[in-house]
């Protein structure tokens, strides 16, 4: 195998998508997402988003905590790493190598992650961008589980096609197919 050793992470350079004209829809890069929805999106406890907050695993980028009562507020992006995190850490993956991967993950471009496979063998994690590497790691008995990124990816713009999303500058909710209670929520944070 060639490439750089990122800490566990082994980095390849781009390739051609394994997933062929994969159509991954652009998401609203204006939207953030409250604690409870993000955790609902990617599957995960308030317990496990606030200790990664907290511990800077995986922080939020639309809006940060600043003092009691404040609300964190997550993008797409982080609620796509939150979601792989979860995943590396339900296949027994150390928290030291998932660091190194979401150091990484978190440094490439939208376009690039959308293609990208995550393989590990419980101990490292690599980084595939085409079908020979993970018959590469396969062969060479690295490989025992994989991650689409652009599957995952997926997943999670589904789960939050119904899920409110919140403008940061204005306070704004925005949800398809609003309910009535949702309706009187953004009418009294609206003013």
């Not at 995960?44 to 009562?69: C, E, F, M, N």
């Not at 979401?102 to 690039?112: G, N, Y």
């Not at 999670?156 to 999303?165: I, K, Q, T, Y």
Request: aromatic share 6%; glycine share 12%; with cysteine.
């Amino acid at each position: 195998m060639t490439g750089e050793k990122i800490g566990a992470f082994e980095n390849y350079p781009i390739q051609p998508s394994m997933f062929e004209e994969l159509d991954v829809p652009v998401v609203p890069s204006g939207l953030g997402y409250r604690g409870p929805t993000a955790c609902a999106a990617a599957g995960i406890t308030y317990r496990q988003l606030d200790y990664w907050a907290r511990t800077g695993l995986v922080v939020p980028s639309v809006k940060g905590a600043h003092g009691s009562g404040s609300h964190r507020l997550y993008g797409f992006r982080d609620i796509l790493i939150l979601r792989i995190v979860k995943r590396l850490i339900d296949t027994g993956v150390s928290l030291h190598n998932i660091r190194h991967a979401v150091e990484h993950l978190s440094s490439r471009d939208a376009s690039v992650l959308s293609s990208l496979t995550i393989m590990s063998d419980g101990a490292s994690i690599y980084e595939c961008n085409s079908a020979d590497e993970v018959v590469d790691l396969v062969r060479g008995g690295q490989g025992v589980f994989g991650i689409a990124i652009g599957s995952v990816w997926k997943e999670v713009e589904g789960n939050l096609a119904s899920l409110p999303g919140e403008a940061p500058e204005t306070g704004t909710i925005s949800m398809s197919g609003f309910d009535e209670l949702s309706e009187r929520r953004a009418a009294r944070v609206a003013g």
